[in-house]
């Protein structure tokens, strides 16, 4: 079932989507060579505490972190770890959730660690890219699988693939809501999309084939084929006019 959110819920919503975003806009700061993962699991924790919320993920299934911290192969979920240190060359996705008066926020994007080659901006560059493809969709009068198979097309058309077995969520008074968000899918199917619900929108693209496994820690999933892959995501209110990207600091889109 999809709940749909009220105008104040919503507020709500952004509150904690500001968290995320704070935190998103400062960690690339800390993102370089001879970085620990740990370093920025601390610093995301420590900025969403003293904002007067509380980390989404960490307990949430026993999970044991506050962000994930997703290195080249890994594609979600990976765990921040003193001994992850990045190297130049390396891009890393953080993923961060945030809850404020019992909503939440989730949002993730793909940095690159100091200089990288032209090929793996392209990626991250498709995927995000992919991403507000899929966000325009995200309209009244659209259907769910508009925005699926508008992040597909972005991607596919480049010569990448989309991840199958993740996919994005409504989000709200808990982390993953109906709907599930795939990002591959016929266009003109899925539930009609309406004013009032909150989805977070998640590509997962790799460079090589679509698919992944879980390691043996339970939480990180890489490309099975060893490939790069780059994630973005972000929670978005459907609106009357139109999309509003609650996780990005302007105003509405
Ligand atoms: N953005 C991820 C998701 O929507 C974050 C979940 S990580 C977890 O699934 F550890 F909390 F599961
Ligand atoms: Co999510």
């Not at 904690?16 to 975003?21: D, E, I, P, R």
């Not at 060359?89 to 990288?116: C, L, N, Q």
């Amino acid at each position: 079932m999809i709940i749909l959110k009220s105008h104040q819920e919503i507020e709500k919503i952004r509150k904690a989507c500001l968290v995320v975003a704070d935190v998103l806009d400062s960690i690339g700061e800390l993102i370089r060579p001879g970085t620990n993962t740990q370093k920025l699991d601390e610093f995301a924790e420590k900025m969403i505490l003293s904002s007067g919320a509380r980390p989404a993920f960490k307990g949430y299934r026993g999970y044991p972190k506050t962000v994930c911290t997703s290195l080249n192969n890994q594609v979600v979920h990976g765990i921040p770890s003193k001994d992850v240190v990045l190297n130049e060359g390396d891009i890393i996705s953080i993923d961060v959730g945030a809850i404020v008066e019992g909503f939440y926020g989730d949002a993730a994007r793909t940095y690159p660690v100091g200089r990288i080659l032209p090929d793996t901006e392209r990626l991250i560059k498709v995927t995000e890219e992919a991403l507000s493809r899929g966000i325009s969709q995200a309209r009244p009068g659209s259907r769910l699988y508009d925005i699926s198979a508008a992040v597909q097309h972005h991607v596919e058309s480049h010569g990448y693939s989309v991840v199958r077995e993740f996919v994005g969520h409504g989000i709200g008074r808990n982390m993953h809501e109906d709907p599930q968000i795939p990002n591959f899918g016929e266009r003109g199917q899925g539930p009609r999309i309406k004013p009032g619900m909150v989805l977070a929108i998640e590509p997962m693209v790799n460079r090589g084939a679509s698919g992944t496994f879980v390691l043996e820690d339970g939480w990180t999933a890489v490309t099975a084929d060893g490939s790069l892959s780059a994630h973005f995501e972000h929670t978005v209110a459907v609106t009357s006019d139109g999309p509003w990207i609650l996780t990005q600091k302007e105003a509405r889109q």
